[in-house]
C-alpha cells in the first residue's frame, strides 16, 4: 500500500510555490533570450555543441566513469563526470555536428541523405 501524500498549504507556501515558479519561468526566459542570441558563438562551436547542448541543456546524470563509442567512427572515449558526448570532436567537426546530442551544430534540420 502506498503512502498517502499530504502537503499542508497555508499562505506562506502559497507564497513560495509561486514565487519560485515565478524565478524558473524568469530562468528559462533568459536562457531561451541568450539562446537566441549566441553571445558565445565563437566559443560554443570550438566545443562542438549545439546551441540547445550549450545553452539549454541540463547536465544531468550519474557520477560514475563510462566509456562511449564515438557514433561515426567508433574511437573509444572516456568520461568521468556527468556530461557525456555520442560522437568524438574530429567526427563533430569533420560533420559539423553537436558533439553531445550528435545533431547539426547550428540546429539546422538537414535534408540530406547522408553525413
Ligand atoms: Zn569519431
Ligand atoms: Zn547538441
Redesign the pocket.
Known sequence: MKDIIKHKIDVSTIYNATAVNSRRIKRMKIMLDTFKEDPDKDKRIADCLCKYCYYIADLIGGSTPVKVE?G????LMEFKNVVINV??E??AKKYELCKRCGGDIEMRLRAKKSL
Do not use: E, R, V, Y
Open positions: 564515438c561515426i567512427c567508433g574511437k560522437i568524438c574530429d567526427c
